[in-house]
């Protein structure tokens, strides 16, 4: 399957501290990659679909102003969560797509503590 | 209701046992589905997508019903290794965008 890397692979931050999440395409381009979120024991949750060279377009419920995504090139989008709170803590994972289905980077655990 | 739902499990099964269990979604314009694998920490896996009636690879055999509108995924001759979450994922429109289901955990014991 197609290699997509996500990084940091864990981070550990203070409330109220920014974030910074890349998530690089390997061996493909990529137009269209997707943030997730997922809580323990719950599903993954979209956040947002990044898209290269525009705004990124968010789920309902998600601020976009909190989570800020650029697509500035074919092979990486970065999600910075903003001002991080406890709450905020989760495993972060981005998917993209190299055709029709979708390949997961191996997630970032965000705690904020 | 939920966009997908899955049976949380577990389902414990001796190696070597057949194990199934299913996904239901409910937009009726749902046009792919998926089955990930994830582990515990990790990022989920594609195991098999099904764009038809169904699909099969090895030992695992997905089964679309449109009409009952679910999905089935078949695990015979079940091994250690295929212990693990198996989450569901639909998209119903355009846009690749996947509604996962919160998971059935399987545990397959020696």
Known sequence: GAVVSQHPSWVICKSGTSVKIECR????????????RQFPKQS????????????????QGVEKDKFLINHASLTLSTLTVTSAHPEDSSFYICSALPGNEQFFGPGTRLTVL | ????????????????????????????????????????????????????????????????????????????????????????????GNDYKLSFGAGTTVTVRA
């Open chain 2, 1 to 92: 209701r939920k966009e997908v739902e899955q049976d949380p499990g577990p389902f414990n099964v001796p190696e070597g046992a057949t194990v199934a269990f299913n996904c239901t979604y409910s937009n009726s314009a749902s046009q792919s589905f998926f089955w990930y694998r994830q582990d515990c920490r990790k990022e989920p896996k594609l195991l098999m997508s099904v764009y038809s009636s169904g699909n099969e690879d090895g030992r695992f055999t997905a089964q679309l019903n449109r009409a009952s509108q679910y999905i089935s995924l078949l695990i015979r001759d079940s091994k250690l290794s295929d212990s693990a979450t198996y989450l569901c994922a639909v998209n119903t």
């Open chain 1, 44 to 59: 993954l949750m979209l956040m947002a679909t990044s898209n290269e060279g525009s705004k990124a377009t968010y789920e």
């Open chain 1, 25 to 36: 395409s390997l061996d493909f381009q990529a137009t269209t990659m997707f943030w997730y």
